[in-house]
């Protein structure tokens, strides 16, 4: 995804450039039209998945939250037909993500930089934890980020894991991984559990067969990522769970975040640290 | 409310006969229509508070707890109609409380020690974290628990604090009060940071006067309690809130809890701690 249109998030020196902006900033440059991975973006601001479905499904969708609450961490849920959010009270969810997708039956219909023409007068939005949001708490750590540091996409991958259905709701749990040196192992497990609420501790850490992932070097979202000799795969719940119910249970229409392009908000990381 | 029966959980001895129950023997006595405070009861494990509602409030209900997670962390939503959790998989939810009390248009109509003659097909039931959990953590870290010693249903208080509104639920905040000495204070906030399941850290310490409450010996709900001369009132959400909406809002039928006289789960208060 990072590679997608030659945007310069892919390098060091933009790795600077998006770090000195704030969120407000960062959604303007998506508005503008600009898409890529937020991996990086707004230091300190929580970043959120998206899923829009129709009222009627909206039940089942937050209920289906509330029973899977580590890949599925609901952060706010609109009223229907709103595009805004306390989070970001600037923000449009229409035109603020760097990239969208839009469902018809559990089918990808289109991958649009804002949702304007596809909006409905009935879509209740979740905005839903984002792991993005801890890897600040985790560079604070000194735990090293290496898709950052690559200028990649982070790697996300479908495992063998069912979540607990709601109503018409089912699907695989998502995880992204990170592949962090053993001496970092500790300190890694320790911030992330402080932040509950962008899917905290990690699932699983080793081998990746645990999870069901035949394979590292190709991930079902994003990029793969490239691991030092020592380093131990550890995998956190993602948010792309939604998207994966969405494409397993086919509700008529919904409307998410292209995996790793997520919604900037205005609030703090801090906020959701528990410790 | 621990009075209100005569039942020994209000002297010390009864505190140690009901401590060396686990969660089923403590639900087979509430079954067998004993009523009082679960305060102390079936040390280590996961209490509840119960708000069943029409499945056309379902989602109003829900959403309010995702918009007030603090007062109202859901730890289960049954299917409608079911009277069954997997917090507690042998429990009947409609038998197994100590007392309930029974809503008609927000008015409190009954205070059955059963709900079988009032149970409904269409009854979703919203089972909610409890600051009872996180009494042990509070006593295994040395800090005092004045209500219980004295044998007393812990206070609750109903604020000036409006929780955000969802579809036709509102209503104010309700909190729990813990006189702390001072020199515990610290171990207070920090064992219950580590449990937002269960409300987590409080929301106001000392001068009752910040959240609107007149005079601590009057609480709304429960028993007041006798401080030491030093301690400090620390105040928790407490999960009391969405029965308050059902009095604020008054839909045509709910079932909840008797305040205090909580759902006892199987549920470990571990596996909710975060860190």
Same mark, same amino acid.
């Given at each position: 995804?990072?590679?997608?249109?030659?945007?310069?998030?892919?390098?060091?020196?933009?790795?600077?450039?998006?770090?000195?902006?704030?969120?407000?900033?960062?959604?303007?440059? +998506?508005?503008?039209?600009?898409?890529?991975?937020?991996?990086?973006?707004?230091?300190?601001?929580?970043?959120?998945?998206?899923?829009?479905?129709?009222?009627?499904?909206?039940?089942?969708?937050?209920? +289906?939250?509330?029973?899977?609450?580590?890949?599925?961490?609901?952060?706010?849920?609109?009223?229907?037909?709103?595009?805004?959010?306390?989070?970001?009270?600037?923000?449009?969810?229409?035109?603020?993500?760097?990239?969208?997708?839009?469902?018809?039956?559990?089918?990808?219909?289109?991958?649009?930089?804002?949702?304007?023409?596809?909006?409905? %007068?009935?879509? @209740?939005? +979740?905005?839903?934890?984002?792991?993005?949001? +801890? %890897?600040?708490?985790?560079?604070?750590?000194?735990?090293?980020?290496?898709?950052?540091?690559?200028?990649?996409?982070?790697?996300?991958?479908?495992? $063998?894991?069912?979540?607990?259905?709601?109503?018409?709701?089912?699907?695989? !749990? @998502? @995880?992204? !991984?990170?592949?962090?040196?053993?001496?970092?192992?500790?300190?890694?497990?320790?911030?992330?559990?402080?932040?509950?609420?962008?899917?905290?501790? =990690?699932?699983?850490?080793? $081998?990746?067969?645990?999870?069901?992932?035949?394979?590292?070097?190709?991930?079902?979202?994003?990029?793969?990522?490239?691991?030092?000799?020592? $380093?131990?795969?550890?995998?956190?719940?993602?948010?792309?769970?939604?998207?994966?119910?969405?494409?397993?249970?086919? =509700?008529?229409?919904?409307?998410?975040?292209?995996?790793?392009? !997520?919604?900037?908000?205005?609030?703090?990381?801090?906020?959701?640290?528990?410790?």
């Amino acid at each position: 995804m990072s590679a997608e249109n030659g945007h310069p998030e892919s390098n060091g020196r933009a790795h600077d450039a998006r770090a000195a902006l704030g969120p407000q900033e960062a959604r303007a440059v +998506f508005r503008g039209g600009h898409s890529g991975p937020t991996t990086g973006w707004a230091p300190g601001h929580t970043q959120a998945n998206l899923v829009s479905v129709p009222a009627d499904w909206a039940y089942d969708m937050l209920l +289906f939250c509330q029973r899977n609450p580590k890949p599925c961490p609901v952060l706010d849920v609109t009223d229907a037909g709103s595009w805004t959010t306390p989070l970001a009270p600037d923000a449009d969810l229409r035109t603020d993500l760097p990239r969208y997708r839009v469902w018809a039956d559990g089918d990808l219909v289109d991958e649009p930089t804002d949702v304007l023409a596809h909006w409905r %007068e009935d879509l @209740v939005s +979740f905005l839903i934890g984002c792991s993005f949001t +801890f %890897e600040w708490a985790l560079s604070a750590a000194g735990v090293p980020l290496r898709h950052v540091d690559q200028g990649r996409n982070v790697a996300m991958y479908v495992t $063998d894991r069912q979540c607990r259905e709601a109503g018409r709701l089912r699907g695989p !749990m @998502v @995880v992204s !991984m990170r592949p962090v040196p053993p001496r970092d192992l500790a300190a890694a497990i320790r911030e992330t559990s402080l932040l509950p609420a962008v899917h905290g501790a =990690p699932v699983h850490c080793g $081998d990746p067969g645990g999870l069901g992932i035949a394979d590292l070097s190709e991930p079902d979202f994003g990029d793969p990522v490239t691991a030092e000799p020592d $380093d131990i795969p550890v995998f956190w719940t993602c948010g792309v769970t939604p998207q994966a119910a969405v494409m397993a249970s086919r =509700p008529p229409f919904a409307i998410t975040h292209a995996p790793g392009q !997520m919604f900037v908000t205005d609030a703090r990381d801090e906020q959701y640290r528990v410790a």
